[in-house]
């Protein structure tokens, strides 16, 4: 199964209810903070013109504290810590890559479930990495504020993608490359990418303005990214209302803490054993479970590999994964997981989603890997290799 295929494969599902779900919207009150409350009006009134005519777009958020803020407060340029970017190279880009990792690793956790009672309340950089953990806009400001720290042009993209639904993405403009990056996942799409699950843009903004899409067309593939365009997008701030320079929330430098190494390599042991134990009580007897310490020991030599390989933004674990040693005397089934890394029990309960573990072929052995990669702050890339091995007969 660990053959590397001709051509990449690519499975496209979509699900609809019907008749569909409607959308609770929670309204709740709302304290206008420090905005001038011309400006307020005058962006109330600029969205309301463009939800008339079918536009989604949004100029004010509520932050933690319940002020009501323009969003593009929260965007500025963030130094990157050094210890996220790879001193042995240059390359803009490969860096890029390196701190979109990086945020992609941050646990996500809807506005719902860390703020009781509300829907949708924005943190800034520094607060997101203090809970390490937020939603879509915690992510997508954070990269998009590092990519500015490295001097690229950088911009958040609010729209619809598959499979979250309403998203956040950034995009970045690097010489004459325009890059769309899903900060949850780190992955890149170029923007005429086919793939790229970035399918609706409704609008952009940056620390000086918002614009939004009023083209035809909404699919980033399909529309013009040339903002100065007035037939394409409709800017908050121009001619009628010039940029009033409105100070960010941010801090311009963001710190990270240290990560305690030996806490880490106590969870890692602490997980494996769970894993292991977690597997033999769910097989309850039924069938023997024999682990196969060579196989695992290969296994984990390859989890750094893949690391790395994800680093470059390597999707496909095929390249990376070497089982010869292996594939003569047992057929292989199995694959590695990469997940940040959250809870103990969230990590068994992701490996028995798999359902490796039901397997029933008595003569089967399992192979299990544990790896953590840290990140500063204490930010965990967690992979899992789970295998089932079965002799092959002669």
């Not at 199964?1 to 990449?8: K, L, V, W």
């Not at 990669?373 to 089932?388: D, E, G, H, Q, T």
Request: aromatic fraction near 10%; hydrophobic fraction near 40%; proline fraction near 7%.
């Amino acid at each position: 199964m660990f053959d590397t295929p001709a051509f990449e494969t690519y499975l496209s599902l979509f699900v609809a209810l019907d008749p569909p779900l409607r959308t609770t919207v929670m309204s709740l009150p709302s304290s206008t903070g420090h905005e001038d409350p011309a400006l307020l009006a005058f962006a109330a009134n600029w969205t309301e013109r463009l939800k008339k005519k079918q536009h989604t777009v949004r100029a004010t958020v509520e932050d933690i504290n319940g002020n009501t803020l323009f969003i593009t407060r929260f965007v500025c340029k963030q130094t990157p810590p050094p210890s996220l970017l790879d001193p042995t190279r240059s390359d803009v880009f490969h860096q890029q890559k390196r701190l979109a990792r990086f945020v992609s690793l941050i646990p996500f956790v809807s506005d719902s479930t860390t703020f009781i009672g509300t829907s949708n309340l924005w943190c800034t950089s520094e607060q997101f990495l203090q809970m390490v953990a937020g939603d879509y806009e915690e992510h997508a400001l954070l990269l998009c504020n590092f990519f500015l720290g490295l001097g690229v042009d950088a911009y958040v993209v609010d729209g619809q993608g598959i499979p979250e639904g309403a998203t956040m993405y950034v995009l970045s403009k690097l010489e004459k490359r325009f890059t769309l990056w899903n900060p949850i996942t780190g992955e890149h799409y170029a923007l005429k990418d086919y793939f790229c699950p970035l399918k609706k843009v409704d609008f952009v903004f940056n620390d000086c303005n918002i614009w939004a899409n009023i083209q035809e067309q909404a699919n980033p593939s399909r529309i013009s990214f040339d903002f100065s365009a007035k037939r394409d997008w409709q800017p908050l701030f121009g001619p009628h209302l010039p940029y009033p320079g409105l100070v960010t929330v941010q801090e311009p430098v963001i710190q990270l803490a240290e990560t305690d190494i030996a806490s880490v390599e106590a969870t890692q042991t602490a997980l494996e054993e769970a894993l292991r134990s977690s597997i033999e009580q769910l097989r309850d007897g039924r069938f023997p479970t024999r682990w196969n310490r060579h196989a695992s020991a290969l296994l984990k030599k390859m989890l750094p590999d893949l690391e790395d390989a994800r680093m470059e933004g390597i999707q496909s674990m095929d390249a990376s994964l070497d089982l010869s040693e292996l594939t003569p005397a047992y057929e292989i089934i199995g694959f590695p997981l990469n997940l940040p890394f959250v809870s103990v029990a969230k990590a068994v309960e992701a490996v028995h989603t798999t359902g490796l573990h039901e397997h029933e072929d008595p003569r089967a052995e399992f192979a299990l890997a544990v790896q953590f990669c840290p990140y500063p702050n204490n930010v965990l890339s967690l992979w899992i290799f789970l295998a089932v091995l079965i002799p092959r007969t002669v």
